[in-house]
């Protein structure tokens, strides 16, 4: 590959979409009762209104799959129930035939289970807890708590705590806002926790696409993201890379373009075309140069002591890895404050990603510069 006919956009494009392909799905399951609010829950933790937007069809009499392109996810979900206790262990008995089938194929294995009870009605039956023991025999279940609003909900929730259920965990929370009156309002609340335990539960693979798949938790995501590129710097910049001529700098913008990718992926946002060809903009263009390319022919060098900025000279692979440690770091905040502001409905001109983008990686640079001296 020349650098001269190389197209970061069209690089970024495919590489993105490929990081999505080999992203296996989280498998979940849903249980709850008629009123429980699982589908509120589903649009207030996963991306899209996923509830109201995704594909539903039909796996069992009482069980439907909910699925959307581009969102590494499936759900398994309880239609509406209202049923006797005899009919809901006939459910039970569907949902661990389900999870019994599904276990064959590692892809469509159930990873867990969120079990979901309204706190409002303040009573958890007999038959519940037999069918939390079951399913819990099976895979790691949440107990989830909805409509978790004032001291009797809190207090019910106590109360399962310390009858120590066969679960992996109670979590509690309010899912959307509820008004109390007027002007009065409580705020959603405890959905963070909820990802959280969700995601110590799961295995590697199904970890990274629930990070992509939510939208509750941008630092989470973020963490994630820093955690994965310090790895691949580290083997691959750190190590990696043998002294590269300064002239010639640009031969790493490949491996850039794949460690981005890989982070877009992890991320999840809305990864239409404008947005891809905006972010990479924002990097440094199109004409066959990232910002570490850029930066490099514009005495980027400068920000790292001992590095060299002798034209001709060379780049060692700890200077490549500082760089490259900047770009990523630089490109995960810009991430951040990208998807909060999608999870608040609002958009980022491209203008302004690139301004805040190269804010950012002088920052970082500047950060590298003061731990060397």
Not at 59 to 77: A, N, S, W
Not at 339 to 345: F, I, M, N
Request: aromatic fraction near 6%; include cysteine.
């Amino acid at each position: 590959m020349t650098i001269m006919s190389y197209n970061p956009l069209t690089d970024m494009l495919q590489k993105t979409e490929e990081e999505l392909r080999n992203m296996p799905p989280v498998n979940m399951m849903l249980v709850g009762n008629t009123g429980a609010g699982k589908s509120t829950l589903i649009n207030a933790v996963f991306r899209e209104e996923l509830a109201t937007t995704g594909q539903g069809l039909p796996v069992t009499k009482h069980l439907r799959r909910i699925e959307k392109p581009g969102i590494p996810l499936v759900l398994y979900d309880t239609r509406g129930l209202e049923l006797s206790a005899e009919a809901l262990m006939g459910v039970t008995e569907e949902v661990l035939g389900v999870i019994e089938e599904k276990a064959i194929d590692p892809k469509e294995a159930i990873h867990i289970l969120w079990y979901c009870i309204n706190a409002g009605n303040n009573r958890i039956e007999e038959y519940e807890i037999e069918m939390l023991r079951k399913f819990s025999e099976k895979i790691p279940v949440i107990l989830v708590l909805t409509q978790c609003i004032g001291e009797p909900t809190m207090e019910f929730a106590e109360m399962l705590k310390r009858m120590n259920l066969p679960v992996a965990g109670v979590a509690t929370l309010l899912a959307k806002a509820y008004p109390i009156g007027t002007g009065i309002t409580v705020p959603p609340w405890g959905l963070q926790e909820l990802v959280r335990m969700s995601y110590d539960l799961l295995p590697e693979d199904a970890s990274y696409s629930f990070i992509n798949a939510q939208q509750v938790d941008i630092e989470k995501k973020a963490a994630v993201a820093r955690r994965w590129a310090k790895g691949y710097i580290a083997t691959t910049c750190g190590v990696g890379f043998v002294p590269v001529p300064f002239s010639d700098a640009a031969v790493l913008v490949p491996m850039q373009i794949s460690m981005l990718a890989h982070i877009t992926a992890i991320f999840g946002i809305s990864m239409s075309k404008a947005t891809i060809t905006s972010l990479v903009a924002s990097i440094g263009g199109t004409g066959g140069a990232t910002m570490l390319g850029r930066y490099i022919v514009s005495n980027a060098l400068k920000f790292i002591p001992g590095a060299g900025t002798v034209l001709g000279g060379l780049i060692s692979g700890a200077t490549a890895g500082v760089l490259t440690t900047a770009l990523a770091m630089s490109y995960i905040e810009l991430l951040t404050i990208i998807s909060k502001r999608e999870a608040d409905g609002k958009t980022m001109p491209g203008e302004e990603m690139s301004s805040i983008m190269k804010d950012l990686y002088i920052k970082y640079l500047e950060l590298s510069k003061k731990k060397k001296t």
